[in-house]
């Protein structure tokens, strides 16, 4: 069986449901399964028609330099091969993957979109297209362009997803008076949220996106070379679904995130840098909820930010200690 998923990032608010964060995932037979290429280099093709400001092959090497970034990740074995122009549509169920523009207007608030066809009993991804909104102004310029959205700080995202990853909740917004949001600070290119105009910020990958592909498709090493810090969230001894989780490194900086995904309150982040951790559990904003999660799932967000009462520390391999955290209720 073959379905269609869809994520799509937004310019003020995100509203396309997802089950998971970090990585898509199916469930089959009680088991969960990312959702992942398995036929690698994965073959794109470049739709053969541009937008305005943007030919069509200002378009391809744009994408091509965005795929760049993906397949550079050293810990990370994942690899793409350019297959062409194509005068296919994205979102076309024809098993080719097809990067290109479409004139959205009415999604006044998605620059792109990133749909799956994916072999429900496997996870494997079987066709993957990205749509890029000519309704917006588009820059390919290496400075970027102070009116037009960077195309490929876009396309990075974009391409996160095409892998198979979610969305990450490092970064901070606050509410314009004219509605909408304004990003602050993000600690992830796959944040769901853009910067906006003329920055060029998520053209490189944060350590949160480099844990996340990394695991996903680990090159040689790095799982023998990165810990796994795994525990439980509780409020009053129940789990917590829906908390942010987030793996701080003081020596490096670092911060990668996840989530609890299940009614126990547990969660697993992977990729993490040897050595000591602060490890923080906050609610999701509540205004940004559905960036992360369906509509569906009973997200707890009443809860106060607590640290873990010491220092995480992530093993060269493995696991480290179980972490447990009980939040109190805000
Ligand atoms: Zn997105």
Redesign the pocket.
């Known amino acids: 069986m073959k379905r269609w998923l869809c994520?799509?990032?937004a310019v003020l608010v995100f509203a396309q449901p997802l089950d998971a964060y970090l990585q898509f995932s199916v469930m089959r037979a009680g088991q969960t399964r990312a959702l992942k290429w398995q036929r690698i280099p994965v073959r794109w093709h470049a739709a053969d028609r541009g937008a305005a400001g943007v030919s069509a092959s200002e378009f391809q090497a744009t994408m091509a330099r965005a795929f760049g970034t993906w397949e550079a990740v050293p810990t990370a074995s994942i690899a793409f091969q350019f297959a062409g122009f194509s005068g296919a549509e994205p979102f076309d169920d024809d098993g080719v993957s097809v990067l290109g523009f479409q004139d959205q207007p009415d999604m006044e608030r998605v620059l792109g979109a990133t749909g799956f066809l994916v072999d429900t009993v496997t996870g494997d991804i079987v066709e993957a297209d990205i749509f890029f909104n000519s309704a917006f102004p588009w820059s390919t310029s290496a400075a970027g362009d102070p009116n037009r959205f960077d195309l490929e700080s876009v396309a990075v995202?974009e391409i996160g997803?095409f892998l198979g990853l979610g969305?990450s909740a490092l970064g901070e917004t606050e509410v314009r008076p004219e509605g909408g949001r304004r990003v602050l600070a993000s600690g992830a290119v796959m944040f769901?949220i853009s910067f906006g105009r003329g920055v060029t910020h998520d053209r490189t990958l944060q350590p949160d996106d480099i844990a996340g592909v990394s695991d996903l498709y680990p090159d040689g090493d790095f799982r023998s070379q990165t810990g796994i810090a795994r525990g439980r969230v509780t409020r009053n001894g129940g789990g917590v679904l829906g908390a942010h989780v987030v793996a701080f490194n003081p020596e490096r900086g670092e911060l990668v995130g996840g989530f609890t995904l299940n009614n126990d309150g547990e969660f697993e982040i992977a990729g993490l840098q040897p050595g000591p951790h602060i490890i923080r559990v906050e609610p999701l904003d509540d205004a940004d909820v559905e960036s992360f999660f369906s509509a569906r799932n009973p997200i707890d967000l009443g809860f106060l930010v607590t640290f873990f009462n010491r220092l995480f520390i992530a093993p060269s391999g493995g696991q480290g200690e179980t972490v447990t955290v009980a939040v109190r209720p805000k």
């Open positions: 994520a799509a990032m995202h997803h969305h769901p």
